[in-house]
């Protein structure tokens, strides 16, 4: 069964303040590794890591995918009130069903002013 | 349009009634799902459908009832719900890419009160 596992669950930061969000996985043919923000409601795509991209960045954010350690990391620098959500971490493999996404526990970020 | 539309936003229904949860989009995603979220919690796949034809069921209880009418059109189909029952209930569809990555866009969800 594909794992996937978040570190830290929770984290409180300082505006201004740089944080690295950690996820690792286990998944049997790994075909992509997604991130996703979650505020109140639904979770908004942020990137797509496969293993011909396994660096990508917008703007303050950026992530990496580490194809060796099966992890990835996702950093976020000169934090903001406007980036206090959850950060969800999901894979797919092809090794089950198509289509299906396991999702991590995720990471509750709280930047305060 | 890049959206996918989710209604009702809310939904409070007792254990014996009938409703339905209903899921759009128009961009031409052939793949569309359900997931279950609880709070603070990672949403749980429920169903996918694939061109129309369910392709994956979660080992889902017998009173979600999924229905795909058509390539645009997702709906959920509740009825003798339990309160266990109540959760964010997200739909998602997505393309694959020529990598074979899969990109799902959520709806905003319809939040679920069971009492």
């Known amino acids: 069964e594909d794992k996937v596992v978040q570190s830290p669950l929770s984290l409180v930061v300082h505006e201004g303040d740089t944080v690295t969000l950690n996820c690792s996985y286990e998944?049997?043919?790994?075909?992509?590794l997604l991130w996703y923000k979650q505020e109140k409601k639904a979770p908004t795509f942020l990137f797509m890591l496969t293993s011909s991209g396994i660096e990508k960045k917008s703007g303050r954010l950026s992530s990496i995918l580490d194809k060796k350690e099966l992890s990835s990391i996702l950093n976020i620098t000169a934090t903001q009130t406007g980036d206090s959500a959850i950060y969800l971490c999901a894979v797919e493999g092809s090794g089950g069903s198509n289509y299906k996404l396991t999702f991590g526990k995720g990471t509750l970020l709280t930047v305060n002013p | 349009d890049t959206e996918v539309t989710q209604t009702p936003k809310h939904l409070v229904m007792g254990m014996t009634n009938k409703k339905s949860l209903k899921c759009e989009q128009h961009?031409?995603?052939?793949?569309m799902y359900w997931y279950k979220q609880k709070a603070k919690k990672p949403p749980e796949l429920m169903f996918v459908y694939s061109y129309e034809k369910l392709s994956i069921n979660e080992s889902v209880p017998s009173r979600f009832s999924p229905e795909c009418p058509n390539s645009s059109l997702l709906n959920l189909h509740l009825h003798a719900l339990q309160p266990e029952d109540s959760a964010l209930y997200l739909c998602?569809?997505?393309?694959?890419?020529?990598?074979?990555?899969?990109?799902?866009?959520f709806g905003a969800g319809s939040r679920l009160t069971v009492l």
């Open positions: 998944v049997t043919n790994f075909r992509s």
């Open positions: 961009m031409g995603h052939r793949a």
């Open positions: 998602a569809s997505s393309f694959r890419l020529l990598t074979g990555a899969n990109v799902l866009t």
